[in-house]
């Protein structure tokens, strides 16, 4: 077996933005305070929308179920705080989009505990039985994918999990969520990775960290209980290390197929913070209630990393944390592939994993982008070695079929690497968005010609 080898286990390309994790990296998880109204859409995952069980009026107690799984690819919603169901109504969403979902008005004197629901005991629970507490507790990937983590752990017949990969890169600027868990809550990551070894019937886990993160990689390499087939490896700093393929490719040297999954070379990755959720609710049977974000920028007087239940939103966070009153730019996620926001009235959902705030005088970006220069410095900086610079020009012509039969945009994860280093300003990684919601527009539609 190959020894691993810090500097040569990486993968090809990527860039190495500003990390600017200082103001934050240093700082403990706080918890923040309730708001006097949660609001919760009910798609806030990857999937068919959650379908709501309460009624208005209703009081509900922290915990409890407010929504059930619409299907397999689904999750249910608990209760981010104890209240009352004021309405039912359709809410927004960062995507600019109304979405069914309930308001629930807090008791402002409760003590906010956790109901109990059914534990599950990783050393005699089945597969089948840690895979449906997963879903039961409401869990989707953490890291901002927001995919139901039942769904991603599922096998799927005719393969095998060999490795169990936990991320813990966070490769993103200014994000220091993952860094700031993997420091206060090694209990969880490992009881997690218990229930994923077993769900999964891999033989071992690895974590994976960057190298600006040592202090948590020393931490953890501590605290691994002697029963337990985990190993820490420590990477370079590049971004999008934390991107699932390149993670697969950094740490074990296997390339996942285009348009595959780790699975298709024996690999399940998963968010360390979602590890750490399975940990800290299945011994309980809680459901999620509430996750750690990030909050910082320019634009922010209190930074740090919270605790912040599901649900609040994003104008009281603002108002809690001291927003500057000269914001220009809010981001849910991080600077390269987090959405930017365009209503304060949206709330916090399962995947956000941080809030940057930018003021007038730290945007000064150009708006005005100029030709491409065929410089080759977007194709310098794909991780997955495609050709951003054809790819935009055939956007410009909207040619999005030949783009995904001839250059394969699909592949396209969108980490944004290539508008970043490009110096035309041409925003590449927004075409490619745009193009790709388009192709997938166009199959959806033939598949239902077919099934017609």
Avoid: W
Avoid at 397 to 404: G, K, L, Q, R
Avoid at 416 to 426: D, E, Q, R
């Amino acid at each position: 077996m190959a020894l691993f080898n810090f500097h040569k286990n990486t993968f090809k390309h990527g860039i190495h933005p500003p990390e600017s994790k200082d103001e934050t990296r240093g700082l403990p998880i706080r918890q923040f305070p309730f708001s006097p109204v949660i609001i919760l859409p009910m798609a806030q995952h990857i999937g068919v929308p959650s379908e709501i069980v309460v009624r208005e009026g209703q009081e509900v107690v922290r915990g409890e179920l407010l929504a059930k799984s619409g299907g397999y690819m689904s999750v249910p919603m608990h209760a981010p705080v104890s209240g009352i169901i004021r309405k039912i109504s359709n809410v927004p969403t960062i995507s600019g989009k109304m979405s069914p979902g309930i308001y629930i008005e807090t008791f402002p004197s409760s003590t906010q505990e956790v109901c109990e629901g059914k534990p599950i005991d990783p050393d005699t629970a089945t597969a089948e039985e840690i895979l449906q507490g997963i879903q039961d507790a409401g869990i989707v990937g953490l890291g901002g994918a927001a995919f139901p983590t039942h769904v991603k752990l599922k096998v799927p017949e005719g393969k095998k999990c060999e490795t169990l990969i936990i991320n813990g890169i966070e490769c993103e600027p200014y994000l220091t969520t993952d860094h700031r868990v993997m420091l206060e809550q090694e209990s969880d990551i490992f009881t997690g990775i218990k229930y994923l070894l077993k769900a999964t019937g891999a033989a071992k886990a690895i974590i994976g960290i960057e190298a600006n993160k040592q202090d948590a990689a020393d931490h953890l390499k501590k605290h691994i209980p002697a029963d337990l087939p985990v190993s820490i490896q420590v990477l370079p700093v590049k971004y999008p290390q934390g991107a699932e393929k390149m993670l697969v490719t950094a740490l074990l040297q296997k390339e996942v197929p285009s348009q595959g999954f780790p699975i298709e070379v024996g690999v399940v990755v998963v968010n360390v913070a979602t590890t750490a959720e399975i940990g800290r609710l299945l011994p309980h049977g809680r459901g999620i209630q509430e996750r750690v974000i990030t909050i910082t920028g320019p634009g922010i007087k209190k930074k740090g990393n919270y605790r912040i239940p599901v649900g609040t939103p994003l104008r009281y966070v603002l108002e809690q944390v001291g927003a500057d009153q000269d914001i220009k730019e809010v981001y849910m996620g991080g600077p390269m592939m987090g959405v930017a926001v365009s209503n304060l009235d949206i709330s916090i959902v399962k995947g956000t994993s941080g809030i940057l705030v930018f003021t007038g005088k730290d945007v000064s970006r150009t708006s005005k982008t100029y030709p491409c220069i065929k410089c080759g410095a977007c194709l310098d900086a794909c991780p997955i070695l495609l050709n951003p610079s054809q790819l935009g020009i055939l956007a410009k012509f909207e040619a999005y079929d030949e783009m995904a039969r001839d250059f394969n945009l699909m592949d396209c994860f969108e980490c944004g690497s290539c508008t970043y280093v490009c110096p035309s300003h041409i925003p590449l990684v927004q075409y490619f968005r745009v193009a790709k919601r388009v192709v997938r527009k166009r199959q959806a539609e033939k598949k239902a010609e077919v099934n017609v």
